[in-house]
């Protein structure tokens, strides 16, 4: 399947700091990148959704000013998760849906490999 | 309602028997359909996808989807401990703001 490369795979960061988490698709072009947050034991949920060149579309409840989001590229997306705050806590994972240079058709959604944030 | 609605489980299978793992969404628009499943701590993997009404094998797992009933299923055959995961059943909806929607998820354990 298609590789989709997210980094950092964890993170700890102080109260009030902001961190950058980046998703990148290695071998196809990403026209459409989603990021999640998922808590412990609990089922991913879709934050916001971004296509190449535009802005994101946010999610019901989550704060745009927050949560960051670039997709400058085809191949990177960016989420910063400013001034963090505990609450912030979670595991992010980037998902990426775009059209295979090999294949010639959009490929499924993959996942990267989840960012493990922690805010103390 | 829901958009994607999962029985949280756990499920309880014994090893070499069908794992059958159940889906109900809500937007008659979806139009692409994903099985993943989810180790503790990891990130959802891929296990299968599919668009067309109807049965879909690879290998030990079968899709079947059913779009007049809006319902989507996952059987795994000859079960195995490692199958042991969260299932996560997640549907594509194609529109001015295309996104792909997830169930809860649900927990399968198979006892040896």
């Known amino acids: 399947g298609a590789v989709v490369s997210q980094h950092p795979s964890w993170v700890i960061c102080k109260s009030g700091t902001s961190v950058k988490i980046e998703c990148r698709s290695l071998?196809?072009?990403?026209?459409?990148m989603f990021w999640y947050r998922q808590f412990p034991k609990q089922s991913l949920m879709l934050m916001a959704t971004s296509n190449e060149g535009s802005k994101a579309t946010y999610e019901q409840g989550v704060e745009k000013d927050k949560f960051l989001i670039n997709h400058a590229s085809l191949t990177l997306s960016t989420l910063t998760v400013t001034s963090a705050h505990p609450e912030d806590s979670s595991f992010y994972i980037c998902?990426?849906?775009?059209?295979?240079?090999?294949?010639?058709?959009?490929?499924?959604?993959?996942f990267g490999q989840g960012t493990r944030l922690t805010v103390v | 309602q829901k958009e994607v609605e999962q029985n949280s489980g756990p499920l309880s299978v014994p090893e070499g028997a069908i794992a059958s793992l159940n889906c109900t969404y809500s937007?008659?628009?979806?139009?692409?359909f994903f099985w993943y499943r989810q180790y503790s701590g990891k990130s959802p993997e891929l296990i299968m996808f599919i668009y067309s009404n109807g049965d879909k094998e690879d290998g030990r797992f079968t899709a079947q989807l059913n779009k007049a009933s809006q319902y989507v299923s996952l059987l795994i055959r000859d079960s195995q401990p490692s199958d042991s995961a969260t299932y996560l059943c997640a549907v594509f909806i194609y529109s001015s703001a295309s996104k792909i929607i997830f169930g809860s998820g649900t927990r399968l354990s198979i006892r040896p």
């Open positions: 937007d008659r628009g979806s139009q692409s």
């Open positions: 998902s990426a849906r775009g059209l295979s240079r090999q294949a010639g058709w959009y490929t499924e959604a993959f």
């Open positions: 071998d196809f072009q990403a026209t459409t």
